[in-house]
């Protein structure tokens, strides 16, 4: 029982390790210091530090603020941190989630349009990245309309 305890603890420090890893990657490529982030997502300085440190594991809530802060989507960083599972969809849906110049609104409706371009090849409808629900219409109201 100690071993398995043991594996567990592992693999938890670990997630929360790569958890840091990914905000602190992302924090990089929205080319903003610990400071600013810290100030937009509405926690400490130091605090943030040893999330990014793998030292603490944020809430859900905190992850919202930080996610909002360096405008990706919360799910992406709820998926980093166990929270969600990761959807499938491959590496489409993971950079759409992961488009610091794309607010959600955005990200969902190109993860719709995808959706609805995999499901018309064949491909699995659960796998596109879209949440269930989806349908076709909300691909269509995304085209640009042009004047006949």
């Known amino acids: 029982m100690e071993r398995v305890d043991k594996t567990v603890n592992k693999a938890v420090n670990q997630a929360v390790s790569d958890l840091g890893a990914y905000i602190r990657t992302q924090r990089g490529n929205a080319q903003i210091s610990l400071r600013q ?7 400490s300085n130091p605090y943030l530090s040893q999330v990014e440190r793998g030292l603490r594991k944020p809430s859900a809530e905190i992850l919202q603020q930080i996610a909002k802060a360096l ?3 919360a799910e992406a960083l709820y998926v980093q941190a166990g929270i969600l599972e990761r959807r499938e969809g491959g590496p489409v849906v993971d950079a759409i989630l992961a488009d610091p110049d794309l607010n959600e609104r955005q990200k969902q409706v190109l ?4 959706g609805t371009f995999r499901r018309e090849q ?17 691909a269509d109201a995304a085209q640009p309309q042009t004047e006949e």
């Open 122 to 138: 064949g491909g699995p409808a659960a796998a596109d990245g879209a949440p269930e629900g989806t349908t076709s219409a909300t």
């Open 71 to 73: 405008r990706i989507s």
């Open 111 to 114: 993860l719709d349009i995808y």
């Open 37 to 43: 982030l810290a100030k937009r997502a509405g926690v």
